[in-house]
């Protein structure tokens, strides 16, 4: 099982619809949690990091399920520009401040 | 505009030739991160830096692949030899102090590496 696991995808919305991902994570002891966004053939940059209280940004919301070991993101109102894969990190654990990222999640959004 | 920087951006190579990939991270990041990334795939870790020293370096395969960062500012990747395996995007990323478990990581654009 790999530590942490996404869904591959890729979904398929159209513009303005709600779309929502799940990622879980092996580690009980992790500590920190985030989403990343990722374009094609660009590098990984922060989307927003999850907090056990669940957070928003915008049409984004995160929240983090440590019972059931896993976080989810939220998009509303799904734009064009959205169109991207999606990668679930977790980091912290026995390791220390070990990051793993997950394979990641392709949204793709369409007029 | 800071950032981190890589070089080269893209190379070719044959298999069993060397290669080394540079990494300029943002002034001030003491954290220090090689990833490899393959197609449809996450970043893996390969090393991780605080400063001038190798905190995590498990999943660095040691018979191949070295890493250094003098004076605790730019690092540099080597691949000796490469094998065809090895193509992929290597990523570097930087942070700013370790205490916090929420720093944020910032990713240089990669260099694309294709081992013939």
């Known amino acids: 099982r790999k530590e942490v696991e996404q869904d591959p995808g890729p979904f398929n919305v159209p513009e303005g619809a709600t779309v929502a991902f799940n990622c879980t994570y092996s580690n009980s002891a992790s500590q920190s949690f985030f989403w990343y966004r990722q374009d094609c053939r660009k590098e990984p940059k922060l989307l927003m990091s999850v907090y056990s209280s669940g957070n928003e940004d915008g049409r984004f919301t995160a929240q983090l399920n440590r019972a059931s070991q896993y976080i989810s993101l939220l998009i509303r109102d799904s734009k064009l520009s959205d169109s991207a894969t999606y990668l679930c990190?977790?980091?912290?654990?026995?390791?220390?401040?070990?990051?793993?990222f997950g394979a990641g999640t392709r949204l793709f959004v369409k007029a | 505009e800071a950032g981190v920087f890589q070089s080269p951006r893209y190379k070719i190579i044959e298999k069993k030739q060397p290669v080394a990939f540079w990494c300029n991270p943002i002034s001030g990041h003491n954290t220090l991160y090689w990833y490899l990334q393959n197609l449809g795939q996450g970043p893996e870790l390969l090393i991780r830096y605080e400063n001038e020293e190798a905190v995590d370096d498990s999943q660095l395969p040691k018979d191949r692949f070295s890493a250094e960062r003098l004076k605790g500012v730019d690092s540099t990747l080597k691949i000796q030899p490469a094998e065809l395996g090895d193509s992929a995007v290597y990523l570097c990323a930087s942070s700013g102090a370790s205490q916090s478990s929420y720093n944020e990581q910032f990713f240089g654009p990669g260099t694309r590496l294709t081992v013939l």
């Open positions: 990190v977790v980091k912290g654990g026995t390791g220390g401040f070990k990051t793993i």
